[in-house]
């Protein structure tokens, strides 16, 4: 009779030695033959998008432009809201105009709150201003003849000439006037004023 302990062992040494010779040819687990090279990680940080570019272009002054209705919007809604102007809205204004612009925009908002605000919508839009023609362009300063559309803001547009724009100067924010980064760009408006579409402004707005 076969003792059933020795047929167990011998199986065992079979397998033992059938292990050994994989080894032996390089079919088994080998240390230098599954090491993988490090994994590299692509950067996630976004790229900042008002960074100013090397060519500003027609597209990176209209993200711009959208960026200051959103913060001049943020100071209509709280007007509506409050019915009279707030310390934050005065920040706001201060963080996308630059001067003389920002006197002009701030008396503004005064003479809003006196004459009702009954014409805008509740809670009111951002305006939105689309370029039209870039007129100058610097890396310290950019002039162009620009639509905006108060559709969002108001509850009745003001009648205009079709061919009516606005020229607005864009320059890098004065120092101190954004303490809050509340503007999320490198620019402020440092002049707006209605234009005849195709004229050129009164003043060289970006006149050195």
Known sequence: MICIGAVIARSLLLIAALALAAGCNGKADSGADTTLPPLTTASTTPADPYAVPAVIDEAYVNRVLAALDQVEGDVVRSLVANRVPQIDDTSRLRAIYNDPQFQLEADGLIKTTQTGLGQ????????????TRLVIVRPDCILVEARTDFTEVVLVLPERPADQVKAITLRRTQDGADQRDLNPTPWSISNAELIKQGSSPQEPQCAA
């Open 120 to 131: 805008y919508k509740n809670p009111p839009g951002n305006r939105k201003t689309a370029v």
